[in-house]
Every structure is written in structure tokens, then in C-alpha cells.
């Protein structure tokens, strides 16, 4: 059974710092992209940063945030320095291959004095 589970969300301050994880199992977590999203409220979700081979970003959060991954643990991460109130959203981690793609249930970060 495919599961990815977020974890690292919160409630941060302007200018704060937070690691979002995201851990897969039930597939072979090396050979798929992974990618993060977000939605905020009354918006679509958006494509925060993917990593697969090369990473690329969001112009949003270009020079704040990071993506990286562990293949062993099968775990992808995002870092994500100097946090705005706009950054507020759900964040979603997603793993693509061809045509199978899997969500995972997302992490409310919410960015607030």
C-alpha cells in the first residue's frame, strides 16, 4: 500500500523557519520525482518545488526554500527560511513516474504575528 506522510507544519513567525517531511512507502521512493505544493485558502494549488535529478522553484519562494531528499529513507524535505504571511497554505509532498503520481494528505503552515 502506497502512503506518504507529512509531517513539520506549524505555526511559525514572519521571518521564521520551518522542515517539512514527507516519508513514502509501499513503492520504490528512488525512482519517482518528488515534488511540493501548495494550496492557501480560496486559491489552486500550486507547485512550490520539485526535485528529480535537478530541482527547480516556485519564482515565489526562489532563495527561501529547499528541496532536497533522502533516497535511503525515502524521504523528501523542504526547508523553508524567511517565511512571509503569503506562504500561509496546506502543503502537499507528491511523487510522479510516467503516469502514477501519489499525494500525500498535507501539512497546514500557517505564517502569523
Known amino acids: 500500500q502506497v502512503q506518504l506522510v507529512e509531517s513539520g507544519g506549524g505555526l511559525v513567525q514572519p521571518g521564521g523557519s520551518l522542515r517539512l517531511s514527507c516519508a513514502g512507502s509501499?513503492?520504490?521512493?528512488?525512482?519517482?520525482?518528488a515534488s511540493w505544493y501548495r494550496q492557501a485558502p480560496g486559491k489552486e494549488r500550486e507547485l512550490v518545488a520539485t526535485t528529480a535529478g535537478s530541482t527547480n522553484y516556485a519564482d515565489s519562494v526562489k532563495g527561501r526554500f529547499t528541496i532536497s531528499r533522502d533516497n535511503a529513507r525515502a524521504t523528501v524535505y523542504l526547508q523553508m527560511n524567511s517565511l512571509k504571511p503569503e506562504d500561509t497554505a496546506v502543503y502537499y509532498c507528491?511523487?510522479?513516474?510516467?503516469?502514477?503520481?501519489?499525494w500525500g494528505q498535507g501539512t497546514q503552515v500557517t505564517v502569523s504575528s
Open positions: 509501499g513503492f520504490t521512493f528512488s525512482l519517482y520525482a
Open positions: 507528491n511523487v510522479k513516474q510516467l503516469y502514477q503520481s501519489y
